[in-house]
Structures are given as C-alpha cells and as structure tokens.
C-alpha cells in the first residue's frame, strides 16, 4: 500500500504492488511479490522451538546498560 510522505509526497512508493494512479488504479506485481510469498511459506512451517532462547526485559536492559558503558569508554588511538 502506497501512503502519503510529507517530503516526497506520493512519488515514493512503498508496498508489493506498484499502483499505477493514470490507468484506474491497476496493480503490478513488484519482485518482492515472489520473495514474500517463499518467505511465507518456508517461515510458517518452521515456529520457534520451544527451547528457543527468550531474553526478559530484565536481560535487555542489561544489554543497553552495557552498550552505552562500551560507547562511553575511551578508544586506543
């Protein structure tokens, strides 16, 4: 679905159709029609295992808390 930027107005596109806007509003297919469809259906057989490891927000924050300690902390030259 194409949508409205506020600094391009509509000439950017988005979605898996190109929506021609002189010709009644057709659809074309983009290549990313294709892919989407494999990813689809190669993904929605395959869940998550269960033994898949979850990080709680606990274990998140966590991580952030050392991100910003390593991009505060002073590089070799």
Same mark, same amino acid.
């Given at each position: 679905?194409?949508?409205? $930027?506020?600094?391009?107005?509509?000439?950017?596109?988005?979605?898996?159709?190109?929506?021609?806007?002189?010709?009644?509003?057709?659809?074309?297919?983009?290549?990313?029609?294709?892919?989407?469809?494999?990813?689809?259906?190669?993904?929605?057989?395959?869940?998550?295992?269960?033994?898949?490891?979850?990080?709680?927000?606990? $274990?998140?924050?966590?991580? $952030?808390?050392?991100?910003?300690?390593?991009?505060?902390?002073?590089?070799?030259?």
């Amino acid at each position: 679905m194409d949508n409205f $930027e506020w600094g391009s107005g509509y000439a950017v596109r988005f979605g898996l159709y190109y929506v021609d806007y002189k010709n009644d509003l057709k659809r074309y297919p983009k290549k990313s029609v294709k892919w989407f469809k494999q990813f689809l259906r190669r993904d929605s057989h395959s869940p998550i295992p269960h033994t898949y490891p979850l990080i709680t927000s606990n $274990e998140t924050s966590k991580i $952030e808390d050392s991100l910003v300690r390593d991009a505060k902390r002073p590089r070799n030259a």
